[in-house]
C-alpha cells in the first residue's frame, strides 16, 4: 500500500485523512499472534467477528447518513471536505486556489481563473 502523508499508512488512516470522516478498525487477530498469522487460525475469528461490521451499521446508520454532507469540495482531484450547506461550501473553497464545489457529481462553483 502506498504510504499517505501524514498517516502510517493503513487503510483507516486513509479514508480519516481523504475524507475527514471517523474510521474504525476491527482487530481480526489476536494481539499476541506472530506474523505471518497462521492460515488456520482465520476461520474462528473470521466466525466471531463477520457480523460486527453488520451491527455497527444497523446501530450507527443514521449517525453515518448524517455524517456525509452533499457539498463537496475538492482542490484539483483531491476531496477537501464536505458541507450541508452550498455557502458554507464555496466559503471554504474560496480558501484554496484551483478548487471547486459539488454536488451530485455537478460543478456548482468553481475558483474564479485568472
Same mark, same amino acid.
Given at each position: =500500500?502506498?504510504?499517505?502523508? /501524514?498517516?502510517? /499508512?493503513?487503510?483507516?488512516?486513509?479514508? %480519516?485523512?481523504?475524507?475527514?470522516?471517523? $474510521? !474504525?478498525?476491527?482487530?481480526? =487477530? +489476536?494481539?499476541? $499472534?506472530?506474523? *505471518?498469522?497462521?492460515? &488456520?487460525?482465520? *476461520?474462528? @475469528?473470521?466466525?466471531?467477528?463477520?457480523?460486527? *461490521?453488520? $451491527?455497527?451499521?444497523?446501530? =450507527?446508520? %443514521? @449517525?453515518?447518513? %448524517?455524517?456525509?454532507? +452533499?457539498?463537496?469540495?475538492?482542490? /484539483?482531484?483531491?476531496?477537501?471536505?464536505?458541507?450541508?450547506?452550498?455557502?458554507?461550501? !464555496?466559503?471554504?473553497?474560496?480558501?484554496?486556489?484551483? &478548487?471547486? @464545489?459539488?454536488?451530485?457529481?455537478?460543478?456548482?462553483?468553481?475558483? +474564479?481563473?485568472?
Amino acid at each position: =500500500m502506498e504510504k499517505i502523508d /501524514g498517516t502510517n /499508512g493503513t487503510t483507516v488512516d486513509y479514508v %480519516s485523512e481523504t475524507f475527514k470522516k471517523v $474510521a !474504525i478498525t476491527i482487530e481480526t =487477530m +489476536p494481539y499476541n $499472534a506472530t506474523f *505471518p498469522v497462521k492460515r &488456520s487460525l482465520v *476461520p474462528d @475469528v473470521y466466525n466471531k467477528i463477520k457480523t460486527v *461490521p453488520l $451491527a455497527v451499521a444497523v446501530k =450507527m446508520q %443514521s @449517525v453515518v447518513q %448524517s455524517n456525509f454532507y +452533499p457539498y463537496k469540495v475538492y482542490q /484539483g482531484k483531491r476531496f477537501l471536505n464536505d458541507f450541508r450547506l452550498e455557502k458554507d461550501a !464555496i466559503a471554504y473553497a474560496k480558501n484554496y486556489a484551483n &478548487s471547486y @464545489v459539488k454536488i451530485n457529481d455537478k460543478v456548482v462553483w468553481e475558483f +474564479p481563473k485568472k
